[in-house]
């Protein structure tokens, strides 16, 4: 690449542009997961539509690989790439709250905190992701889990309208109205059809929330598994939660001979009035004794930062995932198999319900075509050192052995590990062609490949 090029581009765009050699390359080229360690021949720092315009033609004159960095958060590490141009929406992050319309507009490096933060202050939430850090745009464009879902929706069921810089360099809006084919596959079909420079979401009444996390004895876990199975299949959609091997943090709130034991935790988050919440958990806590908990009434925006302590920038990342249809007694023993032996506190194993709103989205309305998948499961491996490298990986790799044939054969994008690129198909069950469709209309030289791919 001549500097000619790369001046051009400075030229063009109001945000840094940063290539190897200048001062801040490092800090600029690092993603959250810190087992990436790639090299991008330029990093664009957007702070409008036409910087990230600017870096999609860059890429695309000069034949490189493209990444789009959101909130950066991708466990493969799609938000940088070697040799290729970043386009790096961090700098993006404002959130525009309409109370009148109960809309919300996102710019697209926004996280969730941010998110939640503004619409919180007039008492409405939509549903988004369970770390405050998340990209609001990558975790919609896969889907969307989180503890509302099952009252409204995955977060690309909340989905107005998006503002996409597609591969051709041109801005165009995508919403039932215009340009449908596009809004359709980019609710679930992730960052495969162009850049989401803003979007905007449907917003419910929500302000605070009565919930929080329970841990409860390994003897008790196969008990609360079933329970839980049997609860949420009809438990009103007020009701969010899921229940998660972890090991316990040393927090005041769990007896300190404890800390470091490992636990089977519900996280609850009961979104209905306040004073019925005590009462919509006492299920939970009729099973089995709660050994600790710090549970009641909270800001949701505080639920959804209760845990970003645990999953620092800079921990080592694999995943593995799988939706499930029906959590047999043998896919409980597999998890009771595996669970216990969670290696880290920052590691943990969470089965998410999707079942409520979700169900009410007919598979081929959108991308996410696992509308009858009442789990979404995620072995998510997290651990700060690298020597711990090959021992982390075993575990999440044994447990999805275990796991993965008592469940659905696809998984939820946005928790598939890099080697899961054989799986994409199964991911999207019969919704793939159309995908590969609206690809080849939008993007027929896969300019956008770095992510979970579907190839033109
Ligand atoms: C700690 C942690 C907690 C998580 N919790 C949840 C959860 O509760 N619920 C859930 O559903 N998922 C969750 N996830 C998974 C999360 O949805 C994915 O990692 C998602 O890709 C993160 O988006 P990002 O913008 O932060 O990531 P990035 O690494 O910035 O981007 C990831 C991918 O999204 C695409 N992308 C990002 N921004 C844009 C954009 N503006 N336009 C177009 N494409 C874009 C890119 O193509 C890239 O391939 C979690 C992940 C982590 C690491």
Redesign the pocket.
């Known amino acids: 690449m001549s500097n000619p090029t790369i001046e051009q581009l400075r030229a063009r765009v109001s945000g840094a542009v940063i290539t190897p050699g200048d001062d801040g390359y490092d800090e600029a080229r690092r993603?959250?997961?810190a087992m990436i360690d790639r090299r991008p021949a330029v990093i664009v720092r957007c702070t409008d539509a036409a910087d990230v315009t600017a870096a999609v033609d860059f890429a695309r004159e000069n034949g490189l690989a493209l990444?789009?960095?959101?909130?950066?958060?991708?466990?493969p590490?799609?938000?940088t790439v070697d040799g290729g141009v970043v386009a790096d929406?961090?700098g993006m992050r404002a959130v525009r709250v309409d109370p009148e319309k109960r809309t919300a507009r996102a710019e697209?490096?926004a996280?969730w905190g941010a998110f939640n933060e503004a619409t919180g202050a007039f008492g409405l939430a939509t549903t988004?992701?369970?770390?405050s850090?998340?990209?609001?745009?990558?975790?919609t464009?896969?889907?969307?889990?989180?503890y509302l879902a099952r009252g409204f929706g995955?977060?690309c069921d909340n989905l107005v309208s998006a503002e996409?810089v597609t591969a051709n360099g041109r801005t165009v809006t995508a919403s039932e109205d215009e340009h449908a084919d596009l809004f359709w596959a980019i609710r679930g079909g992730?960052?495969?059809f162009?850049?989401?420079?803003a979007?905007e979401f449907r917003l419910h009444p929500v302000k605070d929330i009565y919930g929080g996390p329970m841990f409860f004895d390994l003897k008790d876990a196969g008990a609360v598994l079933r329970f839980y199975r049997e609860f949420i299949a009809d438990a009103p959609e007020q009701f969010g939660g899921f229940p998660a091997f972890q090991i316990a943090p040393p927090l005041p709130f769990i007896p300190e001979d404890r800390h470091g034991e490992t636990f089977l935790a519900f996280v609850a988050c009961w979104a209905g009035p306040l004073d019925e919440g005590e009462r919509a958990l006492k299920p939970l806590h009729d099973v089995a004794p709660v050994v600790a908990e710090h549970v009641g009434p909270m800001p949701y925006s505080a639920l959804n930062g209760a845990f970003d302590a645990l999953?620092p920038a800079g921990l080592q990342?694999y995943w593995k995932a799988n939706f499930v249809r029906e959590l047999t007694d043998d896919a409980i023993a597999a998890h009771l198999g595996h669970g216990p032996k969670d290696p880290t506190v920052n590691s943990t194993v969470h089965i998410?319900p999707i079942n409520g709103a979700c169900h009410r989205v007919a598979a081929d309305a959108t991308a996410v075509a696992y509308r009858d998948a009442n789990f979404a499961a995620v072995i998510?491996g997290?651990w700060p050192d690298p020597a711990q490298n090959d021992a982390n990986i075993k575990w999440v790799r044994d447990y999805y052995a275990a796991t993965a044939p008592l469940s659905e054969e696809g998984g939820?994008v946005?928790?598939m590990a890099g080697d899961d690129q054989d799986r994409i198909k199964a991911n999207y069950r019969s919704n793939y062609p159309r995908l590969v469709d609206v690809k080849r209309r939008y993007d027929p030289d896969n300019l956008?490949r770095?992510?979970?791919n579907i190839k033109p």
């Open positions: 993603v959250y997961n990444a789009v960095r959101g909130g950066g958060h991708s466990v590490g799609f938000g929406l961090s697209g490096g996280t988004g992701g369970i770390i850090t998340t990209g609001v745009a990558g975790l464009l896969g889907g969307g889990i989180g995955l977060s996409i992730g960052g495969n162009g850049v989401a420079t979007l999953v990342h998410y998510a997290m939820y946005n928790f956008f770095v992510n979970q």
